[in-house]
Structures are given as structure tokens and as C-alpha cells.
């Protein structure tokens, strides 16, 4: 896709003038949009918290257009007009120009700015409100462990929200720390060891936002993504009915076979599957895990091929995370994901 | 021999290298306390340990040149970030510096030697066998791999079980004794030693932002080694300090880490700004404009510089309060180097340039500098900086201030004071090749870091996802990666080539201003036959401090017998009285040698080792204290 193209990737809503600016600049300074679609992009917000970072960012992003290429400017000046054996070296000391270039311009501008991210970060920093629900969220090495307020069921590695409304979002962590971070909707807020840390998401269209731990916290840090899912009120609701039900039941006898075998088998030790035998802590609640976005917080696609490479041998896909190579019998194997890819 | 000096006669001279002059044997290579070989020895080791670091970065763009990659395993990976990082940062950034800065300090306010020349010995000894201690670690996978940054609880022994951390904690500890004792040194030396005339408001830029920074050292660095022991005592001990199921706090681990962190962000910049100010005038044909202004700056800096850690944590939650002041202290700090960047830009101005490797090195710093400054202002912003911190984006800005603010002023400072170090001229060509692979290879590298970092790439991954719009940009990084290694690469065989076939290089070369250029090149083991009675801020280009080391040049400056120097006044540079220096010793060594058999001791858990070599160590220091009866008989 063309910068040109994607500068004019349709923007709906109010602020549709607003960005007019910040989009040229993007399709003629920075090769930025290359494919902005894809990318879980700072750039590209679709909330009221990222929202206002990038509005500040453009601002942040003109003034060093401007300061760079003073500088630049003066050292092209030196180096075209001030080289050659007739140049006359003068020996005047213009501490004037150096005070007010160097510390008086600068002073006004830093302040001027930091007023206007005082008024950002009181922003983000505003409660969400009462009434606003609640997700409680808990770091893993290296996943995500989602919970709604008043909600039994618990889920990982995706969060579901309801369009258009402010969620809290209750952070802890069960180890070392992490750091929650979707930039399409709102900054980071660190998981620390001990405490609980809030923050609050929200999406002004429906849609997926993907997020990444973004502290450093061990051998697979690397996959420790998660995916916020945008969507109307009544869908939320539904979504939270699901969470508070027990799991799909089996309506195959492959299903059955693999039900099963998750009770019976080493799988119940770790995991849970509502409304089974299956209660084990150690590992994601794996209710619905068929309908999730992905295997092992984003190291594999969620499909048949990746869940049976997983249960295999999870060690060759996301090495050094907590579960064991299974020993499943091969003619169960197929039983197994049958019954995982039910779940939803 | 062709000499500027021509106060000292023939006699005085061969008195004079006699009571200096180190004959060239394994012993005098082991037991020199001569500040121009430690600090050449500096120089060369802190390059051997960049080599490491560069390429540890190599191996990591060439696991992130594509996604999915599995060249190197995340074990791998982790472990060669955290020694780039830790190794940029404490092994090769400041002890080059301090490289410089043993070399050139006593040169440049006329002295003979350091304040402490056996102290400097033990520093040298110290950082080659703590930076030998931590990297030694690595072929045996024991590593360090918690970040350079090492966050609790990630680093305690539950989480970190193995030798990593503990390479980390004791291979820091061990350094922190060269950095302090190396800082110490400059302070004094800076203070006490300097040519008589050379009053605090004539002392070169250079020298003022070494002070400044021993100054940073000195008071930052406890906060990191208390911090370490800390972190040793509970790996080791069970301590608690960062556990909170013992009552202990996590962010106490990050407070301390950034109360020195920071600072040492200057601590690395500071000596390359200093190195800035002290090319421009020869390729400027004029001072710096500013003088006042740039060493004010200097000192606001070091000051400042201590009051802006919380900036590092702003997405940790901290109370809105605190994110205020930080903020603002944050954004305050940009000022003085805006003063430091606009005087040198006036003084490129005003001057008539003389375009070789060493000023564009300086351009090349001031281009990539502003570009770091300016991504610098917008982390002061709490906002924004909880949207880019620990992204793409703060490594793209953090290589800026540092690859600019360091890295190009080292550049620009070797090729400046190459002819001085080794008495041989560079190839002007190979270096304008150099500049230009080293300037491009960076931008290209680092650039991209801040588009993928918006585009929300997070720092410290082993691999990421294709479809994310990252691939096509770590690929560009990837390729300026390697672009960049040719250009030093350059560099290396341009300094190769200059010592086997370099021509001599005249004492002067640069017609530079400070008094390094008044002596050979390179100088002799006394450094000046005549110590110089300075009369201005540009000692060189001034006729009557020229006068001074002539014909008629007092006894009390010339000092011949013994190996002595004068001592003069704090401030005004008076002259108070000829002080007598040490001659070589073995006992730097020693100690150095002992506290390394402590550490090792300490890293294995033989405590009765460990103890032994306290008792070792108590004894020699005892030993190097102990009042001699040289002293007296020579006055």
C-alpha cells in the first residue's frame, strides 16, 4: 500500500478535520503509514486515552521539526559561508544570541508544553467512574489472566470490551513485573510486585487492539501479547453471560473422547473448564479457549495444527513457559483438539 | 629532539627523563603508575569491550532482521542485551572516557602526572579485571540477563535462579571501586595540580566536564552500589529487601537503580560534550563562545542531572504530584545543553572552519544530538513518555543521545588527539570513509526505531510477529547495523594504520589552544620540560605563556631532580609548592589481583577464600600506606 493511499484511510467522526494535518505530515515527512492497518499503531488510536497522546505527539513532533532544522540550518550556514582560507574568523562573543537561542526560546516552548501535558496527564489519569465496569487483570509468566468484576469464569490473553464506555482495568501481577500496554488505546501501566495498579481502556469503534507486555520480565517476553476486543454493549453482555456459564458441552463422541481425557488426563491438573472436573490454577482457564485469538499470548495462531503442535510439545513453540511436553497418546490427540477447539 | 619548550637545558632534560622515563620491560608494563600509559591502556581496553558489545548488537539485529527468526535462542538473546547494554554503559562509555581524560587531563593543565598516579594504576587494574569478570561469564552461559537495568523481582533468585545476577551485582560492586577511585583522582588532580596561572576560570572546558563529572560519580554511584549489595544479600541471604512478602518494596530496587541511573546518563554525555569544546577551537580557528555560559552549564547539569530519576518510572504508578515535578525538572534539564549546543553553534558561526575528520565527527554529534534532545524534551512529558517508554522509540532515543552525545565525540576525539596518543598522523581519507559509514550506519540503524516503536514494538524481544507492519523497518535497522560496524571498522584500521605507517606527527598538528599541543607528540614521560605559567584561557595561543617555558624560566617550574610537580591553589591557580610523586610500584596490581580473587571468591560462595583475601587486602593496603622514607630524603 502507497503512503498516499494511506493517508486517506477513512476516518469517521468529528475529529475527522482535526487529523487533516497530522495525515499530510505523515504522508509527506515520515513514511509512517506504510500499512498503518496492521500495526497496533500509537498513531493510529481509536480511543479517548491514546487519543490524546497522539494529539500531543503531532504537537511534540512540529516543534522538533522546527528546532531540528534551525540547528540544521545554522550548520549548513557555518559550513557553506564559513570555510576557505578567506574567511576572516571574528572573535566576538554573542552570548546574547547563545541565552536567548539556547535557553530563552527553549524555556518558553518547554513551558508552553508542559502546561498542555499537564492537562493530558490529568486526563488519563481521571477515574473512570462508578457505574464504569470492572476487569481484573493479572500477569503471568507469559500471560494474561482476565477476570471480570462479579464474573465467576475467567479468561486469558483477551479482553472484551464494550464500545464507546470507559473500563476499569485492576492490575496485578502473580510474579515478576509486567507492564499493560495497548497503544491504540491507552499508555502503559506497570504490574508491580505486591500492589495493584489501575488504569482504563476505551475504544471509539468496534474492533481488535492488540497489546503487548511492554516490561521486561523474562525468557519469553517476547510472547506475551494480548488482545483487547471492541464490541457493542449487547455483545459485552453476552460475552459475560458465556464467562459466568460453564463451558460448552461435548456434541460429538470425538468431543466426548476428549473431554475425557482433559478430566482424566494430566491436562486438569493445571487447567480449569467450567462445569468439568477439570479445576487445576497453574495454567490460562481454558473455557473458551477455541474462540480465542491465538495460542500462548500470541506465540501461535489458534487453529487445529498449532493447538496439536502445542499440547505435543509446548516447549518447542514458546520455550521455557511453564507447561511440560505432554505425553498424550497419539490416538487421543486428535480427540483432545477437537474437544479444546469446542470450547467457545 | 624539536621541542616548543626551550626553557630547560640539555642538563635539566636528561635529569628529567632519568627520574621519568620507564624503561620498556614486562615489569615496568606491570607496574607503571605513568597517567599517559594507563590512560592509552584505558583507551585500548574500553575499545576491546566496545568490540564485544558491538557485536553482541550484531548478533541481536541479525535475530531481528526478519520475524519468527530462531538464530538465537531467547536464553541467547537476553543474555547478549543485557551484556550490550551493561558493557556499553559501565565498560566501554566511561572508563574511554576516563581514558581521555587520564591521558589528556595532566596534559592540559601543565602537569606532570595525576594527584594519585598509583590510585590511577589500581583503577586501571580494577576495570580491566572487573569488565574481564562479567564478560567471562558469557561463554559459559552464566550471564547476565535480567537488562542492564536488572528489575526486582525478576532478578531475585526465584526468578533468576543461577549465576547471571550475581555476575551482575559483584562484576558492578568491583567496577564501582575503579570509577570511584578514577573519579577521585580527576578531582584533585583537577584542583591541585594545575599549571600556576591557571586559575579555575581558565581551566579548559575539557577538564571542567571532567570534573563534573567525577563530581556525578562520586555521588551517584553509592545509590547503585548499595542497590547491588542489596540485591546480592537477598540472592545470596534471603535478605528481603525487594521481597514484599518479607516487607520489602520493588520500586526501592528502581529508585536506587535511577537516582544513579540518571546522573549517569551525563556521566557517560558529559566528557563527550567536553571533548566537543575542546576540537572546535582548532577547527575553529577561535575559543568557544561562552566560556562562563558553557561551564555554568556544565555545573547545572551535574546538578540537575540528580533530580530527575522518577522520569525513568512514570509508568509505574507513582502519585500525579511527583509526576509534576519530575516532569518539569525533566524538561528544565534540556536547557543547559540547549546553551552548550547554540555556543558551539555560534562559535561555528564566527570561527573559519577546517573541515577535517575530527569536526565532522563534531557535526555528525551535534545533527544526531539535537535529534536526541529533541525525542529527550518529549520523555520529560509524563503523558507521552507512558505511551513510547519501553518501546522502540526510547531505544531509537537513547541511541541518539548516546551514540551521538558519546560515541561521535570519542570519534571526533581520537582522530584529534590521535597524533598526541601515538606520535603518528591518520589518513584523512580513511577517516572521511569512517565518518560517513559510522553517520549513515546510525541514522539508518536507529531512525526506524522510532516509527516501529510508535507502531507499538516493545524493547527486549527475541522475536515478533510478521503482519505488524515491524518487519519491513527491523530489516532497514538490521541492514544499518552492519553498515555502521564497516564504518568503525574503518576506524579501527585507520588507528592501525596511523601507528605501523603513519608520518610523525608534528607537537602540534591542529594548531589547537590548550597545552597539550605545547609539548612532543607524543610527549615525553615528564610530559613538560618546563611547567608553563599560563596566562590566558587559550595557553597555546598566547605569546607570553609561550615566554614562560623559555629562556629564563625559574628553577621552581623546572623542577629536574626527583620526579616532581607543583601544587597550586584551588581557585586561583597560585603556585604553593613542588610536590613529590611515586615512582612505579606493584602493589596497584596486587591489590587489584586480590579483590579479584574476592569477588570470584564471593561468586562461588568459597567464603573462606573470600575471607582470606580480605586479610590480603587489608595487608597490602596497609602496605601501600605506610609512610615511606623517600619523601624526606629527596627535599
Not at chain 1, 72 to 84: E, N, P
Request: with cysteine.
Amino acid at each position: 500500500m502507497g503512503t498516499t493511499e494511506a493517508a486517506q484511510t477513512p476516518r469517521t467522526g468529528p475529529d475527522r478535520r482535526r487529523r487533516t494535518g497530522p495525515a499530510v505530515a505523515a504522508a509527506t515527512l515520515l513514511p509512517l503509514a506504510g500499512c498503518a492497518s496492521d500495526a497496533p499503531s500509537a498513531l493510529d488510536p481509536a480511543g479517548a486515552g491514546a487519543q490524546r497522546v497522539e494529539g500531543l505527539w503531532w504537537l511534540l513532533f512540529w516543534i522538533s521539526v522546527v528546532v531540528f532544522v534551525e540547528v540544521l540550518a545554522l550548520l549548513v550556514w557555518a559550513l557553506i559561508f564559513r570555510r576557505g582560507a578567506r574567511t576572516r574568523v571574528r572573535h566576538g562573543q554573542p552570548l546574547r544570541f547563545v541565552t536567548i537561542a539556547g535557553a530563552g526560546l527553549p524555556l518558553v516552548i518547554l513551558v508552553a508544553v508542559y502546561g498542555v501535558s499537564l492537562r493530558d496527564l490529568a486526563a488519563l489519569g481521571t477515574d473512570p467512574g462508578p457505574d464504569a465496569p470492572t476487569v481484573e487483570v493479572t500477569g503471568h509468566k507469559w500471560w494474561w489472566e482476565v477476570r471480570y468484576e462479579g464474573v465467576a469464569g475467567a479468561t486469558a490473553n483477551e479482553i472484551h470490551i464494550p464500545v464507546g464506555e470507559r473500563v476499569r482495568v485492576r492490575l496485578r501481577t502473580a510474579d515478576v513485573l509486567h507492564s499493560f500496554w495497548v497503544p491504540q488505546l491507552m499508555p502503559k501501566t506497570d504490574l508491580i510486585a505486591g500492589e495493584t495498579r489501575e488504569t482504563w481502556l476505551h475504544a471509539d469503534r468496534p474492533g481488535e487492539y492488540r497489546g503487548q507486555c511492554a516490561e521486561y520480565c523474562g525468557l519469553q517476553h517476547a510472547h506475551m501479547a494480548l488482545m483487547v476486543v471492541a464490541v457493542p454493549r449487547p455483545e459485552f453482555d453476552a460475552r459475560l453471560a458465556r464467562l459466568a456459564a460453564p463451558a460448552p458441552a461435548p456434541s460429538t463422541d470425538a468431543e466426548r473422547r476428549g473431554q475425557q481425557a482433559f478430566v482424566q488426563g494430566t491436562c486438569a491438573a493445571c487447567h480449569t473448564v467450567r462445569g468439568t472436573g477439570a479445576q487445576g490454577r497453574v495454567g490460562p482457564d481454558l473455557s473458551d479457549v477455541g474462540s480465542r485469538w491465538s495460542l500462548g499470548a500470541g506465540a501461535v495462531p489458534n487453529d487445529a495444527g498449532h493447538l496439536g503442535g502445542w499440547i505435543a510439545n509446548p516447549q518447542t513453540v514458546k520455550p521455557g513457559n511453564q507447561m511440560p511436553p505432554q505425553p498424550v497418546d497419539a490416538a487421543r490427540l486428535p480427540d483432545l483438539i477437537a474437544y479444546l477447539r469446542s470450547l467457545d | 629532539m624539536d621541542t616548543p619548550a626551550a626553557g630547560a637545558d640539555p642538563t635539566d632534560r636528561e635529569r628529567l627523563a632519568e627520574n621519568w622515563t620507564e624503561r620498556p620491560s614486562l615489569r615496568s608494563w606491570l607496574t607503571t603508575v605513568d597517567h599517559k600509559r594507563i590512560g592509552r591502556r584505558y583507551l585500548v581496553t574500553a575499545g576491546f569491550f566496545f568490540a564485544l558489545a558491538g557485536i553482541s548488537a550484531l548478533l541481536m539485529r541479525t535475530q531481528l532482521a526478519n520475524p519468527g527468526s530462531d538464530l538465537l535462542s531467547p536464553q541467547q538473546y537476553n543474555q547478549l542485551f543485557t551484556m550490550h547494554g551493561t558493557a556499553m554503559i559501565f565498560l566501554f562509555a566511561t572508563p574511554m572516557l576516563f581514558g581521555f581524560g587520564n591521558f589528556l587531563v595532566p596534559l592540559m593543565i601543565g602537569s606532570r602526572d595525576m594527584a594519585f598516579p598509583r590510585l590511577n594504576a589500581f583503577g586501571y587494574w580494577v576495570f580491566l579485571f572487573a569488565g574481564l569478570f562479567m564478560w567471562a561469564s558469557l561463554p559459559f552461559g552464566a550471564a547476565p540477563n535480567g537488562g542492564w537495568f536488572a528489575y526486582v523481582p525478576l532478578t531475585s533468585v526465584q526468578d533468576s535462579p543461577g549465576l547471571h545476577l550475581d555476575v551482575y551485582t559483584l562484576g558492578l560492586l568491583f567496577l564501582g571501586i575503579s570509577t570511584t577511585a578514577g573519579a577521585i583522582n580527576f578531582i584533585v588532580t583537577a584542583l591541585k595540580m594545575r599549571a600556576p596561572g591557571m586559575s579555575l576560570n581558565r581551566m579548559p572546558l575539557f577538564v571542567w566536564a571532567i570534573v563534573a563529572t567525577a563530581f556525578m560519580v562520586i555521588f551517584a554511584l553509592p545509590a547503585l552500589n548499595v542497590d547491588n549489595a542489596m540485591l546480592f544479600l537477598d540472592r545470596r541471604f534471603g535478605a528481603g529487601f525487594f521481597d514484599p512478602a518479607a516487607g520489602g518494596n520493588v520500586l526501592l530496587w528502581q529508585h536506587l537503580f535511577w537516582i544513579f541511573g540518571h546522573p549517569d546518563v551525563y556521566i557517560i554525555v558529559m566528557p563527550g560534550l567536553g571533548i566537543v569544546s575542546a576540537v572546535l577551537p582548532a577547527f575553529t580557528r577561535r575559543g568557544v563562545v561562552g566560556y562562563p555560559l558553557v561551564v555554568l552549564a556544565i555545573v547545572a547539569i551535574a546538578i540537575i542531572s540528580f533530580g530527575v530519576w522518577a522520569h525513568h518510572m512514570f509508568a509505574v504508578g507513582l502519585p500525579q504530584v511527583s509526576y509534576g515535578f519530575f516532569s518539569a525538572a525533566s524538561s528544565i534539564i534540556t536547557i543547559p545543553s540547549g546553551i552548550q549546543i547554540f555556543a558551539w553553534l555560534a562559535t561555528m558561526l564566527l570561527g573559519r572552519l577546517v573541515l577535517r575528520t575530527p569536526l565532522l565527527f563534531v557535526i555528525g554529534f551535534i545533527v544526531t544530538f539535537v535529534l536526541g534532545g529533541v525525542t529527550g524534551a518529549m520523555f520529560a512529558l509524563t503523558a507521552f513518555d507512558q505511551q513510547v517508554t519501553d518501546s522502540y522509540f526510547v531505544v531509537a532515543h537513547f541511541h541518539y543521545v548516546l551514540v551521538g552525545g558519546a560515541l561521535f565525540p570519542i570519534l571526533a576525539g581520537i582522530y584529534y588527539w590521535l597524533p598526541k596518543i601515538t606520535g603518528r598522523m591518520y589518513a584523512e581519507r580513511l577517516g572521511r570513509w569512517a565518518f560517513w559509514l559510522v553517520f549513515i550506519g546510525m541514522h539508518v540503524t536507529f531512525f526506524p526505531m522510532h516509527l516501529y516503536g510508535l507502531f507499538g514494538m516493545p524493547r527486549r524481544v527475541y522475536t515478533y510477529p510478521a503482519g505488524l507492519d515491524w518487519d519491513g523497518w527491523n530489516l532497514v535497522s538490521t541492514v544499518g547495523a552492519y553498515v555502521l560496524a564497516v564504518g568503525l571498522l574503518l576506524v579501527l584500521v585507520g588507528v592501525v594504520h596511523a601507528v605501523r605507517r603513519g608520518r610523525p606527527a608534528p607537537p602540534d598538528p591542529w594548531g589547537g589552544d590548550t597545552l597539550e599541543w605545547s609539548t612532543d607528540s607524543p610527549p615525553p614521560a615528564y610530559n613538560f620540560p618546563v611547567i608553563p605559567r599560563v596566562h590566558s584561557l587559550h595557553p597555546t595561543w598566547d605569546a607570553r605563556t609561550a615566554e614562560s617555558t623559555g629562556p629564563g624560566a625559574t628553577a621552581d617550574r623546572i623542577l629536574s631532580a626527583g620526579r616532581r610537580t607543583p601544587l597550586t591553589s584551588e581557585l586561583d591557580g597560585r603556585y604553593e609548592r613542588p610536590v613529590e610523586m611515586p615512582e612505579a610500584s606493584g602493589k596497584p596490581l596486587v591489590l587489584a589481583l586480590t579483590l579479584l580473587v574476592l569477588f570470584t571468591a564471593l561468586l562461588f560462595a568459597w567464603y573462606p577464600v573470600a575471607a582470606a583475601a580480605v586479610a590480603v587486602v587489608a595487608g597490602t593496603v596497609a602496605g601501600w600506606l605506610w609512610p615511606g622514607r623517600r619523601a624526606e630524603a629527596r627535599t
